[in-house]
């Protein structure tokens, strides 16, 4: 079968947009830092009580979210700056960057101070970034256990969205490589874009203990929810950037707008409940 990249898009305005909808997702240096307000999906552009934010993984997980929150006629806000993990704190050890600390004070400013705001869903690369030696591991537990503190104390329950499988250990994105299987010089090799989305686990392990080290941190602290996306991609035996003949990924390690399917999956409705509870719904 051969797969055909799927994208996002790249055609990003001052904050870039991938849907019709309002999310406010910068991807380049020196953008305008946006109100949380001002990047709301859904009727309730006044009321919403749900925030979103992140790094470029909050937007990846934007078709997933759009969609169950459409489904279920929830309003939500939006928020993601590339490579900017979403901690309370303006600037840690592993990230100085003027856009980071901006998109950071400003959107938890935004988030605490909005009584309609019950919901923060924190989404990031999280240990690519942060848990590369012992120092950054003790700074990356430091951090995130403040920002949930903090939220906490604001009265906000909080939602962590671990990351997806990522598929840079294979040395090609699965986009790449399927690009190069499609090709002419790819059919003279006799490469199938099929041997493109699969690897064996063992090849992740180090991925899935990073995980797990997530996970420690969220199980600290009440009113917080995990989600961890690697059982939707993986089984006892491999990883896959596919699934029924349809891919998932734009890159090596970020979903495409397939995204959206993850929205159907039983334990990502279960873990949404308690927002519908919230709002009235079943």
């Given at each position: 079968m051969a797969y055909e990249p799927l994208l996002l898009g790249d055609d990003l305005d001052k904050y870039g947009s991938f849907s019709k909808g309002k999310y406010c997702i910068i991807a380049?240096?020196?953008s305008e830092v946006p109100d949380i307000k001002n990047c709301v999906v859904g009727e309730d552009q006044d009321?919403?009580?749900?925030?979103?934010?992140?790094?470029?993984?909050?937007?990846?997980f934007a078709p997933a979210i759009e969609k169950w929150a459409t489904q279920n006629k929830v309003s939500f806000s939006?928020?993601?700056?590339?490579?900017?993990?979403?901690?309370?704190?303006?600037?840690?050890?592993?990230?100085?960057?003027?856009q980071c600390i901006k998109f950071r004070k400003k959107?938890?400013?935004?988030?605490?101070?909005?009584?309609?705001?019950?919901?923060?869903?924190?989404a990031s690369s999280w240990y690519e970034i942060s848990l590369i030696d012992e120092a950054d591991k003790l700074e990356f537990s430091k951090n995130?256990?403040?920002?949930i503190k903090k939220l906490s104390e604001a009265g906000k329950k909080v939602i962590v969205f671990g990351r997806v499988p990522n598929f840079a250990i294979s040395g090609s994105s699965p986009i790449s490589c399927?690009?190069?299987?499609?090709?002419?010089?790819?059919?003279?090799?006799?490469?199938?874009?099929?041997?493109?989305?699969t690897q064996s686990l063992d090849k992740f392990a180090q991925q899935i203990s990073y995980e797990a080290i997530i996970r420690d941190e969220v199980n600290k602290?009440?009113?917080?929810?995990?989600?961890?996306?690697?059982?939707?991609?993986?089984?006892?035996?491999?990883?896959?950037?596919?699934?029924?003949?349809?891919?998932?990924?734009?890159?090596?390690?970020?979903?495409?707008?397939n995204s959206a399917d993850l929205s159907d999956e039983k334990d990502f409705m279960e873990l949404m409940k308690p927002i519908l509870i919230d709002s009235g719904g079943n």
């Open positions: 380049k240096k020196k009321g919403f009580k749900v925030a979103v934010i992140g790094d470029s993984h909050a937007s990846h939006l928020v993601s700056v590339f490579s900017c993990p979403p901690f309370l704190l303006e600037e840690d050890r592993t990230n100085s960057d003027s959107s938890f400013e935004d988030v605490v101070n909005n009584q309609n705001i019950k919901f923060v869903i924190l995130f256990s403040e920002t399927i690009e190069t299987a499609n090709s002419f010089f790819g059919k003279f090799l006799d490469k199938k874009s099929s041997d493109c989305i602290h009440k009113n917080v929810a995990y989600f961890n996306f690697f059982p939707f991609f993986c089984d006892s035996d491999s990883c896959s950037a596919a699934k029924n003949g349809k891919l998932y990924y734009a890159d090596s390690g970020h979903l495409n707008s």
